[in-house]
């Protein structure tokens, strides 16, 4: 399940609610909501949790039956001793996870006796709570009886057969008055193609907002309209070979899925629609899906951190926006462990640049490795050719927030540094008002600066770049800038060239880094619109 981490603290700058979004850290400590550190016990990391969940002890108190629970039962349980939660309408007896939630058991009793899902939403819906609780799970939520007609249940599949042929009913707008057009569509075949055509109804409909994966004969495809997601689900007629084809119209919001034919068949119907296929939703109501990726290279980048390279099945159509992140998962142990991670360019400068992968249809990810921890270690053990899960990207982040920019300023700390490259290279290659490019780089020592001959490289390259690299625990002969994240660093780091120049200051690290580095920025009188705080 996971820690409900810290908001409390934060602002919102730029529709962007900042957060450092922590899984069971690889330490054992965590960050509550109110932006203190909660030291979980001896003996109650996430190891000793699975050991528990593995050793056959009753958790739920109710010696293996499920049972439906009513609202009015679900209220009795509401104190530490005895604390039920729902979320998406299963009930889990959280009361033995007490103490080894990493927020602590007061984030917990805020959901006590009552629906947490909102709540647990707010910080990482993407955690897989099933596997994680799935020995606390009590039952389901009783279901008040309701009724709706079935034309509104499915407005868009054949009441009768539940087969489709891409001849749809009129889609309605969003329902509470919203604006925002339900895409649409529709589909025709060759002798040796067949073409899945989605009309967005977007102008300037961007490669990066489609998603496609064809998997098991099965079609997903995935468009994101502003705040909304649609999604194309089907499971096909025929056999098509694995790979597909993606092409996007930007101007006119069209979108082509061209698949290939195993047999020269003429198909009647398209298909079968899946669970929740022609549907149009809120984004932090879709949830996430995962494509297996296969490890191509590994490369390291300093003594802890590794640059992994992974390349996405034929079948998968995805591009990850700048400044926007994925989720690795990997069932360790029986669970499933999963992790955010911002993924970068192949490199900084030509000089370093791999040209065998610069395509789409590879990710990279640096990544730190935490001797101690769960999860990275055995991302560091993986070994060329094999595979682990990647999610869809998540993120708040738009581009259009640098149009217009002259000056930008970054502010990173430790891995922080990751959602600052793309945005860089977007930056230095695509705008056209940008004067100036500046990273304040914090780090503990020499050692730990991920790329630091190509932050070199690239300011030697390019006059509009400055790099500065600070050290809290500089060795002797370091003659750079030493200390932490202060006033007076930040007073002489972001100046502006001019009194109204457009200047956009992003800042991504440790949560205390961002806490503090978001108050000292208000205090020298920065607006929240000139401040965008990365999550991850």
């Not at 939630?101 to 899902?117: I, Q």
């Not at 995962?290 to 590794?306: E, G, I, M, P, Q």
């Not at 990997?330 to 360019?345: H, L, R």
């Amino acid at each position: 399940m996971g820690a409900f981490i810290g908001r409390r603290k934060l602002h919102l700058f730029n529709g962007c609610l900042c957060c450092w979004t922590l899984l069971w850290r690889e330490r054992e400590m965590v960050v509550d909501l109110s932006g203190n550190q909660v030291p979980l016990k001896p003996g109650r990391s996430l190891m000793d949790w699975i050991r528990l969940t593995k050793s056959g002890k009753d958790l739920t108190g109710l010696k293996g039956r499920l049972i439906e629970v009513t609202e009015e039962e679900l209220a009795k349980h509401n104190k530490k001793d005895d604390c039920w939660i729902c979320i998406r309408g299963l009930v889990y007896n959280v009361t033995p996870y007490m103490e080894y939630h990493p927020g602590g058991e007061d984030e917990l009793m805020k959901a006590a006796g009552s629906d947490g899902t909102d709540l647990f939403d707010q910080v990482h819906r993407w955690v897989n709570y099933e596997s994680m609780l799935k020995e606390c799970m009590v039952g389901r939520m009783a279901l008040k009886p309701f009724a709706v007609p079935l034309k509104e249940i499915c407005p868009t599949v054949s009441e009768g057969s539940g087969i489709f042929n891409g001849t749809l009913p009129k889609n309605k707008s969003l329902n509470n008055g919203s604006k925002e057009v339900v895409p649409s569509y529709d589909w025709f075949q060759t002798d040796d193609l067949v073409t899945v055509v989605i009309y967005t109804k977007q102008k300037d409909m961007s490669s990066e907002l489609v998603i496609a994966d064809l998997q098991d004969n099965k079609l997903r495809g995935e468009i994101i309209v502003k705040d909304y997601s649609y999604l194309f689900h089907v499971e096909l007629s025929y056999a098509v070979h694995e790979d597909i084809i993606v092409q996007v119209s930007e101007k006119v919001g069209k979108v082509d899925c061209v698949l290939k034919k195993k047999e020269t068949v003429s198909w009647k119907t398209l298909g079968q629609p899946l669970e929740n296929h022609n549907s149009f939703v809120k984004c932090k109501d879709r949830g996430l899906f995962y494509r297996k990726c296969k490890l191509l290279s590994k490369a390291n980048v300093t003594h802890d951190t590794r640059l992994f390279c992974l390349m996405l099945p034929p079948g998968s159509h995805l591009q990850v926006p700048v400044g926007h992140h994925v989720y690795l998962k990997q069932t360790i142990t029986g669970t499933e462990i999963v992790k955010p991670y911002t993924p970068v360019s192949s490199s900084l400068v030509p000089t370093f640049k791999s040209p065998s992968y610069s395509d789409n249809m590879h990710i990279f990810l640096m990544i730190k490795i935490y001797s101690s921890g769960l999860l990275t270690p055995v991302l560091d053990t993986l070994q060329i050719g094999e595979y682990i899960s990647l999610s869809n990207p998540e993120g708040n982040f738009t581009t259009s927030q640098v149009e217009e920019v002259e000056e930008l300023f970054l502010l990173a700390g430790g891995t922080g540094f990751t959602p600052m490259v793309k945005l860089l290279n977007y930056a230095l290659t695509s705008s056209n008002t940008l004067r100036v490019a500046k990273l304040m780089f914090f780090n503990k020592t020499e050692d730990d600066i991920l790329w630091r001959s190509q932050l070199e490289q690239l300011a030697h390259n390019d006059a509009r770049f400055h790099i500065q690299f600070v050290l809290s625990e500089p060795k002797k002969g370091w003659t750079g800038k030493q200390g932490k994240i202060s006033t007076s660093f930040l007073s002489e780091f972001v100046e502006r060239n001019k009194v109204d120049s457009k200047i956009l200051i992003c800042i991504c690290g440790p949560l205390s880094f961002m806490e503090q580095g978001i108050q000292l920025l208000q205090d020298l009188g920065h607006s929240s619109k000139e401040i965008h705080c990365f999550t991850a």
